[in-house]
């Protein structure tokens, strides 16, 4: 019988849990049998008596976790996990497939290592942006709970309300809000707050989101820039030359310094984030404006930034967070826990491991295999050949 192991997660601040008990039975009616970590869901609101109830087996010690199962599943494993990976490395073994969110385009060496462990590693956030794979998707499901809660960090810094009230003492205007970037979290934001009631404007490279924007209650900012080629084939976003991002910043000052908050969210998968908001768009801005920077980790869409700090700059607020899914544990589990669930639906035919690297979804996700790294861009980021009938 083919076991699907979650251990607790290990990452500083990481309350999320990779499965939730409510896909628990979906995974028996699949033919896997699950080993819970003790433990392993409480931060999130998901004791063991939970998950003992829908059929898991509750493991008291971790390692025995990586021992009994076939497939161990983590929110933040290796390249996400980086200063704790080697203690899971020695906990697992040749021919252990993993999955999570792994940050193999910017962990190269983990990615080795993990390969040097025979072990069969599934990057969450390389599932490919097609519409078979919506349900897995788990960037978007976790980028979603990123925009609302950025948001609500704006709105609780911000030395005023969002909603415009008529009071018998005076009519208080909105706040304006600003969101660069309308991906996933990007439009979350824009709807949570237009919901709170501020007037909301949004931009994006791509001209072609201006309906999703607007479907949201939000006005879309069009700055006259060619960015034709702002998306790749997967769907994410691509870097732009120097030139494009200069002619981007100079345009869209004046938008920024108007706004009472700006949230921005522009990440390129593998690359630094680009700097949308420069040292004197923030001077520009009025005094106790606020600035959430969902780029933050990867160097920020600010000039400004601090990654993981809040920082006052020009008498501008600029939040810099770093794992906002964590901070909303219980409904971020149960998305990312639907995420893999499904995915392990593809992985597994009756109970039994099936590597069909004919499958789009499968292929792309796979990071190592039988002692080597196969994904092709990260063998070309390692400067490694291909070998012989890889992706």
């Not at 599932?127 to 976790?142: F, G, T, Y």
């Not at 501008?316 to 770093?322: A, E, Y």
Request: with cysteine; hydrophobic share 45%.
């Amino acid at each position: 019988m083919t076991v699907v192991g979650v251990p607790k997660e290990t990452f500083p601040g990481e309350q999320r849990v990779a499965l939730v008990p409510a896909d628990v039975p979906p995974l028996k009616k699949a033919g896997l049998e699950v080993a819970v970590e003790a433990g392993a869901g409480a931060a999130a609101g998901f004791l063991d008596a939970a998950y003992a109830e829908r059929g898991a087996q509750i493991v008291a010690q971790r390692n025995d976790v990586f021992a009994t199962a076939d497939i161990v599943i983590q929110v933040r494993a290796a390249g996400a996990n980086p200063a704790l990976a080697a203690d899971d490395f020695a906990l697992m073994r040749t021919n252990q497939w993993v999955v999570g969110f792994l940050e193999p385009l910017w962990e190269l060496g983990l990615v080795r290592d993990l390969a040097a462990r025979g072990v069969s590693a599934f990057a969450m956030e390389l599932i490919p942006r097609i519409s078979r794979a919506q349900s897995m998707d788990a960037l978007s499901s976790m980028a979603t709970i990123a925009g609302y809660k950025a948001v609500l960090l704006a709105a609780s810094t911000l030395p005023r309300i969002f909603p415009m009230l008529m009071t018998a003492a005076g009519t208080i205007t909105p706040a304006r809000v600003f969101v660069i970037g309308a991906g996933v979290a990007g439009l979350q934001a824009c709807a949570t707050a237009k919901r709170l009631g501020a007037k909301v404007e949004a931009y994006d490279v791509r001209a072609a989101v201006k309906e999703q924007v607007e479907s949201v209650g939000a006005k879309f900012v069009e700055l006259p820039l060619e960015a034709s080629s702002s998306e790749d084939k997967g769907g994410y976003a691509k870097a732009m030359g120097d030139d494009f991002y200069r002619r981007q910043q100079e345009l869209m000052a004046e938008v920024v310094a108007r706004n009472d908050v700006v949230i921005t969210t522009a990440a390129i998968p593998g690359k630094k984030s680009p700097v949308l908001v420069t040292g004197a768009m923030v001077q520009g801005m009025q005094p106790a404006s606020v600035i959430v920077d969902l780029a933050a980790e990867r160097g920020g869409n600010c000039e400004l930034t601090q990654s993981g700090e809040i920082i006052t700059a020009h008498g501008v607020t600029i939040i810099g967070p770093t794992n906002l899914p964590a901070t909303v544990p219980n409904h971020a589990s149960q998305l990312y826990s639907r995420n893999l669930t499904n995915l392990l639906r593809l992985l597994v035919k009756d109970g039994q491991l099936q590597l069909n690297l004919d499958d789009e979804i499968i292929r792309e996700s796979l990071v190592t295999n039988n002692g080597e790294v196969v994904h092709t861009r990260i063998r070309d980021l390692l400067g490694t050949p291909q070998p012989a009938g890889s992706q």
